[in-house]
């Protein structure tokens, strides 16, 4: 019924719709602890409120501008935490690229390729060092028993999240995260590879969505469900 609900109030809601169609293919749960890791601008957040109603919504953004803006945008929402910092294998810092399209941005070197690819400019603009968190430290400090839904969104350093937070896995029940089909960036894991460690650590391929393409057809990237078995 829940189901239906939503589908009736899709048909008259434009921004409920849109919501709804991004994030269909996550599984049927009681979502109250996520953290939305590459928050950005906060568009992820907006849309998974409009369906969800968490108890605790941790939002990581690596460039302190955008954290400093989620803090403002979030701040009558007492659910809502802002981190600036950046996930990643080791809690200390690391240089972050931020590139001329600014959501492209990340701790990971990007293809020239994507130009072309976007057919947009995707060159670096400049670098910037950002404190890093592993996943273990940053459930500890936030004191998260367990993750129902982690959104990761960091243009190919979800690897170094997945690896250096191996240990923790077992305490998150869906992962929502971005894959590549084509090297986007330098050390970035393609879609197989995520696909097999997640295998290896229980989680199961439930849906890709957000499929995108380069502008000669080949396949790119796309947003991938795995829910833990």
């Not at 896995?169 to 393609?190: K, P, S």
Request: net charge positive; with cysteine; aromatic share 8%.
């Amino acid at each position: 019924m829940a189901r239906l609900g939503q589908q009736i109030r899709a048909l008259f809601d434009k921004q409920y719709r849109r919501a709804f169609r991004n994030l269909r293919h996550l599984p049927r749960l009681d979502y109250r602890a996520v953290i939305d890791a590459g928050a950005n601008r906060g568009a992820f957040t907006d849309a998974f409120l409009r369906l969800h109603r968490p108890e605790r919504l941790v939002l990581v953004e690596a460039i302190p501008e955008l954290a400093t803006k989620l803090r403002t945008r979030y701040a009558a929402d007492p659910r809502v935490s802002v981190i600036s910092t950046a996930l990643s294998d080791r809690t200390g810092e690391a240089q972050f690229e931020i590139n001329r399209s600014e959501a492209s941005s990340s701790l990971l070197s990007i293809d020239a390729r994507n130009s072309a690819w976007f057919s947009r400019d995707l060159r670096v603009a400049h670098s910037i060092m950002v404190p890093t968190v592993t996943l273990p430290e940053l459930l500890t400090r936030e004191n998260l028993e367990s993750v129902d839904l982690l959104k990761l969104d960091l243009q190919g350093a979800e690897r170094f999240v997945l690896t250096g937070g191996a240990e923790v896995l077992d305490r998150v029940r869906v992962i929502y995260t971005e894959v590549f089909f084509e090297q986007l960036y330098a050390g970035a894991w393609l879609f197989r590879d995520m696909n097999d460690f997640l295998s290896s650590r229980g989680f199961k391929l439930c849906g890709l969505s957000n499929i995108v393409h380069a502008a000669d057809g080949d396949l790119l990237q796309a947003n991938a469900t795995f829910r833990r078995l």
